[in-house]
Nanobody, 121 residues
Framework: QVQLVESGGGLVQTGGSLTLSCAASGRAVNNYDMAWFRRAPGKEREFVAAVARSSALRSYSDSVKGRFTISKDNAKNTVYLQMNSLKPEDTAVYYC??????????????WGQGTQVTVSS
């Protein structure tokens, strides 16, 4: 089993940047495919980005492709989401997840508690 704790959220202006971190404990992140999801106010949770356990494969939703980058630091047992050129529509609670198949929310058995990102216009 793995426990996940997100951090790094906050308030940022349109066009700004934030880096979210997801610290894992219990098992090493290189044992899992890792992903970020988000839930905007009044909407369902959606896939944002994923990285395979080998880090060789990464995938992104169309809405963040070219602006967000997912990465893993196995030595720190941490997954990151670098978010650039932020837009108001990126406002959401961001969740880290482990152990599933890229993009398939229900396949992930392990979730963090989420971190709020608010982008002001």
């Amino acid at each position: 089993q793995v426990q996940l704790v997100e951090s790094g959220g906050g308030l940022v202006q349109t066009g700004g940047s934030l880096t979210l971190s997801c610290a894992a404990s219990g098992r090493a992140v290189n044992n899992y495919d890792m992903a970020w999801f988000r839930r905007a106010p009044g909407k369902e949770r959606e896939f944002v980005a994923a990285v395979a356990r080998s880090s060789a494969l990464r995938s992104y939703s169309d809405s963040v492709k070219g602006r967000f980058t997912i990465s893993k630091d196995n030595a720190k047992n941490t997954v990151y989401l670098q978010m650039n050129s932020l837009k108001p529509e990126d406002t959401a609670v961001y969740y880290c997840a482990a152990g599933g198949v890229a993009g398939r929310e229900r396949s992930y058995p392990y979730w963090g508690q989420g971190t709020q990102v608010t982008v002001s216009s």
